[in-house]
């Protein structure tokens, strides 16, 4: 069964510090796919990322950045120089591709970032 | 253009009433969900349709029925609602199957007095 375990549930950062969310995640298939999604407090959820179990290459993306590392079956998100906007609720989801049809997003409890001014 | 939308946003009703939920994607996708944040921000999945099937149902009592006329479409009716089912319920599309990239809606708050 596929799990994500986010242990940080509320991370409080001063902007222009650099923040780490973490995320784990359990699964028994070799192809899979691990998401972040981003919750602002207007409540949308919007998507940031999407990461095959076959790239293990980091991605940036402006002052976003992701690092997977599947000897440790992790898939961590750092916010370089945090901004007030980037308080929001943040996600990170599993889905395995040999469910086909039945594939579905398995989501993680949510950190709450609060970066203040 | 709105992606994925969801009438209403807000919904307040009492306990035993039914209420339905609609959803809308104009992203020609084939897969649409729904899904249940609850009060600690806990999303979970619902159900899920493929071009109009029923494919994943996640042990949801049967008071909750979902409704597909055409692959643009996921409508939500609850009967008897109850206490319990106060929360912010997502409607989501992707492209085939769901470990493609899911949009979401912009959430319906059903709170149950």
């Known amino acids: 069964a596929q799990k994500v375990t986010q242990a940080q549930t509320e991370i409080s950062v001063v902007e222009k510090e650099d923040v780490t969310l973490d995320c784990v995640y359990e699964?028994?298939?070799?192809?899979?796919?691990l998401f972040w999604y981003k919750q602002p407090p207007s409540g949308e959820l919007v998507f940031l990322i999407r990461?095959?179990?076959?790239?293990?290459q980091n991605e940036i993306s402006g002052r976003y950045s992701w690092n997977f590392q599947k000897s440790t079956s992790s898939f961590n998100f750092t916010i370089t120089a945090s901004q007030v906007v980037d308080s929001a609720v943040y996600f990170c989801?599993?889905?395995?591709?040999?469910?086909?049809?039945?594939?579905?997003?398995?989501f993680g409890k949510g950190i709450t970032l609060s970066v203040r001014p | 253009d709105t992606a994925v939308s969801q009438t209403p946003k807000y919904l307040v009703t009492q306990m035993g009433n039914d209420k339905s939920i609609k959803c809308e994607q104009n992203?020609?996708?084939?897969?649409m969900y729904w899904y249940k944040q609850d009060s600690k921000k806990f999303l979970k999945i619902m159900f899920s349709?493929?071009?109009?099937?029923?494919?994943i149902n996640e042990t949801v009592p049967n008071r909750f029925s979902p409704k597909s006329p055409d692959k643009a479409h996921l409508n939500l009716h609850i009967n008897s609602l109850e206490l319990g089912d106060s929360a912010v319920y997502f409607c989501?599309?992707?492209?085939?199957?769901?470990?493609?990239?899911?949009?979401f809606g912009p959430g319906t708050r059903l709170t149950v007095l």
């Open positions: 989501a599309s992707s492209q085939v199957q769901g470990y493609n990239e899911q949009f």
């Open positions: 992203l020609g996708h084939d897969t």
């Open positions: 349709y493929n071009n109009k099937e029923l494919i």
């Open positions: 990461r095959n179990s076959f790239d293990e």
């Open positions: 989801a599993l889905s395995e591709a040999s469910t086909g049809a039945n594939s579905k997003l398995t």
């Open positions: 699964t028994r298939d070799t192809t899979y796919y």
